[in-house]
């Protein structure tokens, strides 16, 4: 049972250039989030999923987009990398949105130079 | 605004030596309130979910109590593998885009 998988792990890209994250999971959960995790700050929502087929933002969502066209599959992109979005990403998904913990993935951490 | 705030920023343990991680929190109409475990270079990993003042919940050496304000995780007679960085979250009303992540508390168990 491999939970939450993110691909890639690490990744450096330069400013101006796009990429996207990938998130699946094999719990058959309904909710998926994405979250940026920085030094001297608690994890943030980016966006998240209550669906196949839905996606909403959530705290942080400038200079990201995302995409839920599979159940198990929860994409997140950057368009146009900035230097502030150096972080480490996480993706976590839940069988139901409140009050259910979260099962993350491994993260991936990203460097934009 | 939600607030989160976890001390100490980082404890240091002989193993053995029990001791009590703090969760303070601000907010209105608390849904429910998590711990998570967070090892280097992973993922968080979800520990308990506290719902109401009063309530407590155990897991191996690791207890969290709740209160109105806070939470306390205590553990005891720690191992070196408890050593992680423990993450304390709450949520509001208005659903999953509610919970809010305190900075969490790096905790070293010594052998």
């Known amino acids: 049972n491999a939970g939450v998988t993110q691909t890639p792990k690490f990744r450096v890209l330069k400013t101006g250039q796009s990429m996207t994250l990938l998130c699946a999971q094999d719990?058959?959960?309904?909710?998926m989030y994405w979250y940026r995790q920085d030094p001297g700050m608690g994890l943030r929502l980016i966006h998240y999923?209550?669906?196949?087929?839905?996606?909403a933002k959530g705290e942080v969502p400038d200079g990201y987009n995302v995409s839920r066209l599979k159940k198990q599959n929860f994409l997140l992109g950057l368009e146009s990398a900035a230097p502030s979005q150096t972080s480490v990403y996480f993706c976590?998904?839940?069988?139901?949105?409140?009050?259910?913990?979260?099962?993350f993935g491994s993260g991936t951490r990203l460097t934009v130079v | 605004e939600d607030q989160v705030t976890q001390s100490p920023e980082a404890l240091r343990l002989q193993e053995g030596e029990s001791s009590s991680l703090n969760c303070s929190y601000t907010?209105?109409?608390?849904?429910?309130l998590f711990w998570y475990r967070q090892d280097p270079g992973k993922g968080p990993e979800f520990l308990f979910t506290l719902y109401s003042a009063g309530e407590e919940k155990e897991k191996e050496r690791l207890k969290a109590t709740l209160t109105k304000k806070e939470s306390f995780l205590h553990i005891t007679a720690p191992k070196p593998e408890d050593s992680a960085t423990y993450l304390c979250a709450v949520q509001a009303p208005g659903g999953y885009q509610k919970v809010t992540f305190g900075i969490g508390t790096k905790l070293q168990v010594i052998p």
């Open positions: 976590a998904s839940s069988y139901t949105g409140e009050l259910y913990g979260y099962t």
């Open positions: 719990m058959n959960h309904e909710y």
């Open positions: 907010v209105s109409g608390l849904r429910g």
């Open positions: 999923s209550v669906g196949e087929g839905t996606t």
